[in-house]
Structure formats: C-alpha cells, structure tokens
C-alpha cells in the first residue's frame, strides 16, 4: 500500500510564491521518481515537473524558470518551489508516486488572485 499527501497550497497574489510538499508513505522502496501535476477547472491534468530516484528532473517548458523541483530522500519527501506565480498557475496540483504504477495525491488547491 502507497500513500502520497500534498500540502502547501494556498491562495497567492500575482508575482508572489508558495513552496508545496508532498510525502510518500508505504511501500516505496522501490519508488522510481515523484512528480508534479496541475489540473485548472475545465482542463485536463497537465505535467509541471518530476524527479527521479536518481535526481534527474524534468519540467514542462511553461515552467522552467519559475518551478523548481527538489527532494528529501531521507524523509520520501518531494517539494515544488513556485516563484512568479501568474493567475494561470491557478490549479489543484497533485503529487504523483512512480512505482509499478503511479499513485497520486489528493490534491492541493493553489490560487493566484488579487
């Protein structure tokens, strides 16, 4: 049994930043990387960023920049550093464990707003 839990999220204004979290939990020895995803009302679930069990990340090209991907090995913990945030980062992020298959989060709800 996998548990992946976000948190972090938060109503920002324009231009500010918000660091998220996220934990994996369970049977994750074998875990091959943790990654980012967003989903805005009405859109589909897009990919921000991943890192691998190695350190490899990748991000999408929107996001390069601004995002920064890192990780907490010793705690199974992956962070997302959000700098620059527009009112189109708007969107629940979810978190996503790569294993035999992927787990994900529930979700956490960030809002760009004035």
């Known amino acids: 049994q996998v548990h992946v839990a976000e948190s972090g999220g938060g109503l920002v204004q324009p231009g500010g930043s918000l660091r998220l979290s996220c934990v994996a939990s369970g049977s994750i020895r074998n875990i091959a990387g943790m990654g980012w995803y967003r989903q805005a009302p009405g859109k589909q679930r897009d990919f921000v960023a991943d890192i691998t069990s190695g350190g490899t990340t990748n991000y999408a090209n929107s996001m390069k920049g601004r995002f920064t991907i890192s990780r907490d090995n010793a705690k199974s913990t992956v962070y997302l550093q959000m700098n620059s945030l527009e009112p189109a980062d708007t969107a629940v992020y979810y978190c996503?464990?790569?294993?035999?298959?992927?787990?994900w989060g529930q979700g956490t709800q960030v809002t760009v707003s004035s």
């Open positions: 996503a464990a790569y294993l035999a298959r992927t787990y």
